[in-house]
C-alpha cells in the first residue's frame, strides 16, 4: 500500500518565520504534488514536481517555494509566513504514466496557523 | 480552462437512503474523472476514477458514478447510505500533462440516523 507520510500533523508559526512542510512516499512515485486546502475553496495546486530536481507551479505558487533532492521526498518552503498561509496542507503522489491514469495518493494533511 | 463544479457544498441525508451527489466539468477533451473521499481528518482516498469505455463505474465503498458526456455530469451515487459514510466528496477532472489534477469545492455529506 502507498504510504505518503507528512512529518507534522499540526504547526504554528509566527509571521516571518521560514517554514518547512516535509512529505515523504515509499512507492516510488515520479510525480509529486503539494495542495492547499481551504473551506469553500477545494484544493489548490501550490507546486508539482515530475522528476528530482524537477518542479513546476500549480495555480497559487506565490509565497511558496519546494524542494526535490530526492525522489522520495517533497518539501514545501514558506519563505516569509504570513497570516494568509494559515492552511491546511496535502501532499500527494502518484505514478507517471503519461495517459494521466494514476490517481493521486495523498498524505493526511499539515494543518498550519502563522500567527 | 477546464474546471470542476459541485453544486451542493453541504448534503444531509438518512441513514439507509440513497445518495446522489453531483459534479460537472468543463473540458474539451474527454476528460479523466475522479471521485475522492476525504474523512475528517484525513487526507483524501480514492473512490473511482473514469477515463474511457463504460459509462458507469463501480467504486469502492459501494458508491459508483456515471459519466454523461452530453451533460458534462460525472455524479457519484450510492443506493444506501451508512453513518461512516459522513465525510467530504470532492470530485476532480485531469488536466494537462504529468497529471496536474483539478478539485472542486467539495460537498459535505451528514448521515442522520
Known amino acids: 500500500d502507498v504510504k505518503v507520510t507528512q512529518s507534522s500533523r499540526y504547526l504554528v508559526k509566527r509571521t516571518g518565520e521560514k517554514v518547512f512542510l516535509e512529505c515523504v512516499q515509499d512507492m516510488d512515485h515520479e510525480n509529486m504534488f503539494w495542495y492547499r486546502q481551504d473551506p469553500g475553496l477545494g484544493l489548490r495546486l501550490i507546486y508539482f514536481?515530475?522528476?528530482?530536481?524537477?518542479?513546476e507551479k500549480g495555480d497559487i505558487p506565490e509565497g511558496y517555494s519546494v524542494s526535490r533532492e530526492k525522489k522520495e521526498r517533497f518539501s514545501l518552503i514558506l519563505e516569509s509566513a504570513s497570516t494568509n498561509q494559515t492552511s491546511m496542507y496535502l501532499c500527494?503522489?502518484?505514478?507517471?504514466?503519461?495517459?494521466?491514469?494514476?490517481?493521486?495518493?495523498f498524505g493526511n494533511g499539515t494543518r498550519l496557523t502563522v500567527t | 480552462a477546464q474546471s470542476v463544479t459541485q453544486p451542493d457544498i453541504h448534503i444531509t441525508v438518512s441513514e439507509g437512503a440513497s445518495l446522489e451527489l453531483r459534479c460537472n466539468y468543463s473540458?474539451?477533451?474527454?476528460?479523466?474523472l475522479f471521485w475522492y473521499v476525504q474523512s475528517p481528518g484525513q487526507g483524501l482516498q480514492l473512490l473511482l476514477k473514469y477515463f474511457s469505455g463504460d459509462t458507469l463505474v463501480q467504486g469502492i465503498k459501494g458508491f459508483e458514478a456515471e459519466f454523461k458526456r452530453s451533460q458534462s455530469s460525472f455524479n457519484l451515487r450510492k443506493p444506501s447510505v451508512h453513518w461512516s459514510d459522513a465525510a467530504e466528496y470532492f470530485c476532480?477532472?485531469?488536466?494537462?500533462?504529468?497529471?496536474?489534477?483539478?478539485f472542486g469545492t467539495g460537498t459535505k455529506l451528514q448521515v442522520i440516523p
Open positions: 500527494a503522489s502518484s505514478s507517471h504514466t503519461g495517459t494521466g491514469h494514476s490517481p493521486l495518493h
Open positions: 476532480a477532472v485531469v488536466r494537462g500533462g504529468y497529471q496536474k489534477v483539478t
Open positions: 514536481s515530475y522528476d528530482v530536481k524537477m518542479k
Open positions: 473540458y474539451g477533451a474527454t476528460p479523466y
